[in-house]
């Protein structure tokens, strides 16, 4: 099949996903398009690129500090945006906000971290952008059906992202490949890197696992079969994608989210919630043990990668010895800036390494780095009162706080080897959306409108064929 024919049934076959998920009874706001909009972005490529568009200096360490205006302007949009609907939606927001927050008080202290970056002007800038992130996760869960939106999110960045990733590994080959640091061949589908493309199939995958073993045990539900068709093709290409990002880290976070999210279906677990925690605990158990009888090689290399991580251990011992200050860290997102990014580079020059590296390949040294023991420590405490909405989300509504459950672990373990903390990033944004959601579903009563807009949807009427796509977005 030619690209340009393959091009044409891939297109028809997106458009066929959105109309095959067509649903009236559900209402979103026009709004949740900002964050599809935003996570489009940050889970392929910026913009500028996909325009081809120069954004300054072809120096990448110039680049780190200027980027790109054509993405700042965009980015700046979106934002502006989303804070006039949270305006409009001031009382919800203000809710979601008072009980989530931990998140609250990490985002002020990235604020406060400006003050003693060596680059203040950039980390406020970088600190307004990352604003967004939080910014687009209360659009998507101050909806009047937040259950309803996530879903709906996921759908609308799956049926764009996943298919369109194929097609460019598949036919386009000078967008969809490239090589690693090494030299050797990967698959980016429509991101820059594997890592990208492993961690937005991730998130994907997780939530369209949810929505389709929802609809499967939903046997009352209005078109229940187009429904589950659309999201199970829509799960396949995940799993197909997974398979061609070849991220071992995504792999590994994906198989125990679905093990979490197919124990909220278990009806031991339902009728107790509290096995939910020695299911959680079991994990994190079985991993601890790993690490301390040695067994993290033999687990390193079933995955396919080296007992360093794939070199990530080396960068660890590079970056930690560069940290500025143990306690408050070099100030946000400042510590790949200046002098310290020429000193990592060239410690791991002497280890043999070429790669410009611009992250530290572990969520919480990320953290470190930029805000100390401070910044870990609101990290910490944000995913234990994450864990703890889940928990209390997944007695109101348990397939939903299975998922959220799901985003919080994957991005905990996600973290060690990848920096899933960081602003713009597709893992950081859903643990975003995970704290904030769990806590509107167990205490704002979504539970309970869930439950009696259940029961009417199956006296609502489908829409025309004339105006069903239209519906559906």
Same mark, same amino acid.
């Given at each position: 099949?030619? /690209?340009?024919?393959?091009?044409?049934?891939?297109?028809?076959?997106? *458009?066929?996903?959105?109309?095959? $998920?067509?649903?009236?009874?559900?209402?979103?706001?026009?709004?949740?398009?900002?964050?599809? *909009?935003?996570?489009?972005?940050?889970?392929?490529?910026?913009?500028?690129?996909?325009?081809?568009?120069? #954004?300054?200096?072809?120096?990448?360490?110039?680049?780190?500090?200027?980027?790109?205006?054509?993405?700042?302007?965009?980015?700046? *949009?979106?934002?502006?945006?989303?804070?006039?609907?949270?305006?409009?939606?001031?009382?919800?927001?203000?809710?979601?906000?008072?009980?989530?927050?931990?998140? &609250?008080?990490?985002?002020?202290?990235?604020?406060?971290?400006?003050?003693?970056? $060596?680059?203040?002007?950039? %980390?406020?800038?970088?600190?307004?952008? %990352?604003?967004?992130?939080?910014?687009?996760?209360?659009?998507?869960?101050? $909806?009047?059906?937040?259950?309803?939106?996530?879903?709906?999110?996921?759908?609308?960045?799956?049926?764009?992202?996943?298919?369109?990733?194929?097609?460019?590994?598949?036919?386009?080959?000078?967008? #969809?490949?490239?090589?690693?640091? $090494?030299?050797?061949?990967?698959?980016?589908?429509?991101? @820059?890197?594997?890592?990208?493309?492993? &961690?937005?199939?991730?998130?994907?995958?997780?939530?369209?696992?949810?929505?389709?073993?929802?609809?499967?045990?939903?046997?009352?539900? /209005?078109?229940?079969? !187009?429904?589950?068709?659309?999201?199970?093709?829509?799960?396949?290409?995940?799993?197909? &994608?997974?398979?061609?990002?070849?991220?071992?880290?995504?792999?590994?976070?994906?198989?125990?989210?679905?093990?979490?999210?197919?124990?909220?279906?278990?009806?031991?677990?339902?009728?107790?919630?509290?096995?939910?925690?020695?299911?959680?605990?079991?994990?994190?158990?079985?991993?601890?043990?790993?690490?301390?009888?040695?067994?993290?090689?033999?687990?390193?290399?079933?995955?396919?990668?080296?007992?360093?991580?794939?070199?990530?251990?080396?960068?660890?011992?590079?970056?930690?010895?560069?940290?500025?200050?143990?306690?408050?860290?070099?100030?946000?997102?400042?510590?790949?800036? #200046?002098? !310290?990014?020429?000193?990592?580079?060239?410690?791991?020059?002497?280890?043999?390494?070429?790669?410009?590296?611009?992250? %530290?390949?572990?969520?919480?040294?990320?953290?470190?780095?930029?805000?100390?023991?401070?910044?870990?420590?609101?990290?910490?405490?944000?995913?234990?009162?994450?864990?703890? #909405?889940?928990?209390?989300?997944?007695?109101?509504? /348990?397939?939903?706080?299975?998922?959220?459950? %799901?985003?919080?672990?994957?991005?905990?373990?996600?973290?060690?080897?990848?920096?899933?903390?960081?602003?713009?990033?597709?893992?950081?944004?859903?643990?975003?959306?995970?704290?904030?959601?769990?806590?509107?579903?167990?205490?704002?009563?979504?539970? =309970?409108? =869930?439950?009696?807009?259940?029961?009417?949807?199956?006296? &609502?009427?489908?829409?025309?064929? @004339?105006?069903?796509?239209?519906?559906?977005?």
């Amino acid at each position: 099949m030619s /690209p340009s024919f393959a091009t044409i049934v891939y297109v028809g076959g997106i *458009i066929g996903l959105f109309y095959l $998920d067509r649903n009236r009874s559900v209402r979103t706001a026009h709004f949740l398009w900002l964050p599809v *909009i935003w996570i489009w972005i940050i889970g392929s490529r910026p913009v500028s690129q996909w325009l081809g568009l120069s #954004g300054g200096s072809n120096n990448f360490a110039t680049q780190l500090v200027e980027g790109s205006p054509y993405d700042a302007a965009i980015f700046g *949009i979106l934002l502006a945006a989303g804070i006039v609907v949270l305006i409009r939606r001031r009382t919800r927001t203000y809710a979601c906000l008072i009980a989530s927050w931990p998140i &609250v008080v990490y985002f002020a202290y990235c604020l406060l971290s400006v003050l003693w970056s $060596d680059f203040p002007d950039i %980390a406020f800038k970088r600190w307004i952008k %990352a604003i967004g992130d939080l910014v687009m996760a209360l659009v998507v869960v101050t $909806d009047t059906d937040p259950v309803a939106a996530v879903g709906r999110l996921i759908s609308r960045v799956g049926f764009i992202l996943m298919p369109a990733s194929v097609l460019f590994i598949k036919y386009f080959g000078d967008l #969809g490949r490239g090589y690693d640091p $090494d030299g050797r061949p990967m698959n980016t589908g429509v991101t @820059t890197n594997k890592n990208i493309l492993g &961690v937005i199939t991730l998130v994907v995958a997780l939530g369209t696992l949810w929505s389709f073993l929802d609809l499967l045990f939903a046997k009352h539900q /209005p078109n229940r079969a !187009r429904h589950l068709l659309a999201r199970g093709t829509l799960l396949a290409f995940c799993i197909a &994608v997974l398979a061609m990002a070849d991220s071992a880290t995504s792999v590994a976070c994906f198989s125990l989210g679905t093990v979490l999210i197919l124990a909220t279906h278990f009806p031991m677990i339902r009728r107790r919630p509290g096995a939910m925690h020695g299911l959680v605990a079991m994990i994190l158990l079985a991993g601890g043990l790993a690490m301390l009888l040695g067994g993290q090689t033999s687990i390193v290399h079933a995955l396919g990668r080296k007992s360093n991580l794939t070199g990530r251990t080396d960068i660890w011992a590079c970056v930690l010895p560069v940290a500025p200050n143990p306690v408050v860290g070099a100030g946000f997102e400042s510590f790949w800036l #200046g002098p !310290r990014l020429g000193r990592v580079w060239s410690n791991l020059a002497r280890l043999g390494y070429t790669m410009r590296i611009n992250e %530290a390949h572990n969520g919480y040294i990320e953290v470190y780095l930029n805000l100390g023991l401070v910044g870990v420590s609101l990290i910490a405490i944000s995913l234990i009162n994450g864990y703890r #909405g889940s928990i209390a989300a997944f007695r109101s509504d /348990p397939p939903f706080g299975g998922l959220m459950l %799901a985003y919080i672990i994957a991005a905990a373990i996600y973290s060690v080897s990848e920096a899933g903390f960081r602003m713009l990033d597709p893992m950081w944004i859903f643990l975003l959306l995970a704290v904030v959601g769990a806590h509107t579903i167990a205490f704002g009563g979504v539970a =309970r409108r =869930r439950r009696r807009l259940r029961s009417r949807e199956r006296h &609502v009427a489908e829409p025309s064929a @004339t105006n069903a796509f239209a519906s559906a977005l």
